[in-house]
């Protein structure tokens, strides 16, 4: 599920208030690390080094 910025903050500013201090900053460490996630996977999939497929001639080749 997608949502748009604006809802997605006002569902995280919704959720903080109630958690404790320590509830918070550990949804806040999670968050970051799934930022993290996303901009890695976006790099890895915006490289033009890795292949998209593999050819089926190098099956073949992989084969004799």
């Known amino acids: 599920m997608r949502l748009p910025t604006k809802q997605l903050i006002s569902k995280i500013e919704t959720l903080s208030n109630d958690l404790s201090h ?9 968050i970051n690390a799934m930022t993290a ?10 490289n033009d080094d890795v ?14």
Do not use: C, G, R, T
């Not at 320590?22 to 999670?30: A, E, G, T, Y």
């Not at 996630?37 to 915006?46: G, T």
């Not at 292949?51 to 004799?64: L, R, V």
């Open 22 to 30: 320590d509830q918070l900053s550990n949804f806040l460490d999670i």
């Open 51 to 64: 292949p998209k497929s593999i050819n089926p001639a190098a099956y073949s080749s992989i084969m004799h």
């Open 37 to 46: 996630l996303v901009e890695e996977a976006s790099e890895l999939s915006s």
